[in-house]
């Protein structure tokens, strides 16, 4: 069987392929020259809408609706706009080997494809309890979502659980975004998670204390402190309950379990250099090997506005990023990724966004109680602001956290202190 060679090659379906695309088109692209080979049926969409519009919309978002690029409010890349530029979407195909030395790629169906530059968006997939090996984790009715395969099966079961109870396990992203559909899809829902309180890695307690309490005034129950320690079900095979470390056994029959991700690495990390789960690149987005870029979840790359620190991010901002960089330095740009660490959510009628470092030596001042809004900012002794966040702001004040994120400027912490309201610190920056 004859390989197919292109000169660029995508390795993966998300975000990031989605995004690589459409600038390759800005630069050029001549129509046989790009290929993406995904695993997932469909062409690249806007992930983040899986746990949002796809759940609790109403009417629920559907493809073709959100296919990359309208996270960004840039065109709807269709199946058919692939078509029409001469880019190769093989759908449906799963990469079994890769050989850097003949820059081939080897398909499970016996395929292979051949490439001059690589670009590794491979993602990552969901933490499941099967894969740590619990107990009836593989009982059914126990969710995941990570694709939109996952979405439309957990969709189907809160419309037939209507009225009914369900267990969120998990505090962070998927939990909090999936406890909120949950409810307003009328099942009721308990959150569980071990650590203190809800997005334990972004959230100080004071600002996850506002959220948790308004998510209990929406009717979620939350669980902070024990854990899953494993699954009960029935004779046919179907979770009847979950049992935490601290004896108790919470009854339900749709579980979602929102415990993390794993970055999809397998396949070149016999060959490419790896820090922090992911494969190490440099300001060009390039790996050990020159011809290989990673971009997305599996990519470590150093922070050029924090000192080159090295970080792996998992965020749909940092995929689309890196996706456009990737190609522009294809194209002959020598600038370095500068990327300014960003996270959001959208849950009921909140939505917040993040941007900046949150250092150990950093203290948390808030303002505001959320209602609706609430600003808060990241200082370090010395007075400069490191990290920024919002709830319920305009579009303006955003641009204005995110500015004051990557500024960094250093304030009179006192002066600072004695705003009070979430105005009065946003107007306290210029």
């Known amino acids: 069987m004859a390989a197919k060679d292109y000169r660029y090659v995508v390795l993966g379906g998300g975000v990031a392929a989605g995004y690589a695309a459409r600038a390759f088109v800005e630069k050029g692209l001549g129509k046989g020259e790009l290929a993406i080979i995904s695993e997932e049926s469909v062409a690249p969409y806007e992930r983040p809408a899986l746990s949002k519009g796809f759940l609790m919309g109403n009417p629920p978002a559907r493809l073709p609706g959100f296919h990359t690029c309208v996270g960004s409010g840039g065109e709807r890349l269709s199946p058919e706009w692939y078509t029409e530029h001469g880019i190769d979407l093989l759908l449906s195909k799963t990469v079994t080997q890769v050989d850097p030395a003949t820059k081939t790629l080897k398909l499970v169906s016996g395929e292979t494809v051949q490439y001059d530059k690589l670009f590794v968006a491979t993602g990552s997939s969901a933490v499941t309890f099967s894969d740590l090996g619990f107990s009836g984790a593989d009982y059914r009715g126990i969710y995941c979502l990570r694709n939109i395969q996952d979405a439309q099966k957990l969709y189907d079961a809160i419309q037939a659980h209507k009225g009914k109870e369900a267990v969120v396990i998990g505090g962070g992203y998927i939990g909090m975004e999936v406890a909120a559909a949950l409810v307003q899809n009328q099942v009721s829902c308990t959150m569980v998670f071990p650590e203190a309180h809800m997005m334990e890695r972004l959230f100080t307690p004071e600002i996850a204390q506002f959220y948790e309490d308004f998510y209990r005034r929406q009717g979620v129950k939350i669980l902070k402190g024990p854990s899953c320690k494993s699954f009960v079900g029935n004779e046919n095979g179907h979770v009847t309950g979950v049992v935490l470390t601290n004896g108790t056994e919470l009854k339900s029959e749709l579980v979602v379990v929102g415990i993390?991700?794993?970055?999809?690495?397998?396949l070149l990390e016999p060959f490419l250099k790896m820090e922090q789960r992911g494969f190490l690149v440099n300001g060009q987005l390039q790996t050990s090997d020159s011809n290989i870029f990673a971009i997305g979840d599996v990519a470590t790359f150093p922070l050029k506005m924090y000192d080159n620190r090295l970080a792996r991010v998992e965020h749909v901002g940092n995929a689309r990023q890196m996706a456009m960089h990737a190609v522009d330095v294809v194209f002959g740009s020598q600038k370095a990724y500068d990327y300014l660490p960003f996270f959001y959510s959208r849950v009921f009628d909140k939505s917040w966004k993040f941007y900046g470092d949150t250092p150990k030596d950093a203290t948390c001042l808030v303002f505001g109680e959320m209602n609706p809004k609430l600003f808060a900012v990241w200082v370090r002794t010395n007075g400069q602001v490191v990290g920024t966040f919002t709830e319920s702001a305009t579009p303006e004040e955003e641009k204005k956290i995110e500015r004051i994120?990557?500024?960094?400027?250093?304030?009179?912490?006192?002066?600072?202190?004695?705003?009070?309201?979430?105005?009065?610190?946003?107007?306290?920056?210029?």
């Open 260 to 266: 993390g991700a794993k970055p999809n690495t397998k």
């Open 405 to 430: 994120a990557r500024e960094r400027p250093t304030v009179d912490i006192s002066k600072l202190k004695a705003c009070h309201t979430a105005e009065e610190g946003l107007n306290f920056f210029s």
